[in-house]
């Protein structure tokens, strides 16, 4: 398994919640991480992505102020901190990554499920 996310579950709104994804080095190193989000019945959305740097941060205007993406290129390891979590929220989120000129995610992981209730 290339990317691992984990730190899902079930939290009311209001409350915060951490998400990680582990990488191999050929799948995190130098490249652009990105998480995903998928709820039920609709399509597969853009959350927030990260520049290998960390300098450069992208995020859906749903979650702009609320979720902060990170990462950590000694431990391979990207983060999703999630705030003042909302009902509509509740998805299974999906890390990936991408090469920086590419146009698209080319890994994916297999995506932790966050829950939150009103």
């Known amino acids: 398994v290339q990317l691992q996310a984990s730190g899902g579950g079930l939290v009311q709104a209001g409350d915060s919640l951490t998400l990680s994804c582990a990488a191999s080095v050929r799948t995190f190193s130098g490249r652009v991480m990105g998480w995903f989000r998928q709820a039920p019945g609709k399509e597969r959305e853009f959350v927030a992505s990260?520049?290998?740097?960390?300098?450069?941060?992208n995020y859906a205007s749903s979650v702009k102020g609320r979720f902060t993406i990170s990462r950590d290129n000694a431990k391979n390891t990207v983060y999703l901190q999630m705030n003042s979590l909302k009902p509509e929220d509740t998805a299974v989120y999906y890390c990936a990554a991408k090469q920086p000129r590419s146009s698209s995610f080319d890994y994916w992981g297999q995506g932790t499920l966050v829950t939150v209730s009103s």
């Open positions: 990260i520049s290998w740097g960390g300098v450069s941060t």
